[in-house]
């Protein structure tokens, strides 16, 4: 059993900027990544980034890709999620999953409690 604890997030301008914080009591050999996911009020759960425990692939959907940036301390089992030039559309609950790396939410074993995320214009 992996327990997933996220921080950070809050109310913020757009333009502005946060940092996600996910904090893992553990790894799983099952589950050898940590996504972040957001889902807004009224919309499905979408995958917004990936990264593995090992090497340096990493993997956005295409309306984070150069604002967001995931990444890793793994001496702490944390995984981190820097969001800049945050828009409206932005807003959700930002959630950390460890799974296998897909961008499926299906395909992740844990997840957080989530963090809500709201940006103002």
Partial sequence: QVQLVESGGGLVQAGGSLRL???????????????WFRQAPGKEREFVARIYWSGISTYYTDSVKGRFTISRDNAKNTVYLQMNSLKPEDTAVYYCAAGDGSSRSSRYEYWGQGTQVTVSS
């Fill in 21 to 35: 914080s996910c904090a893992a009591s553990g790894r799983s050999s099952r589950n050898p990544a940590m996504g």
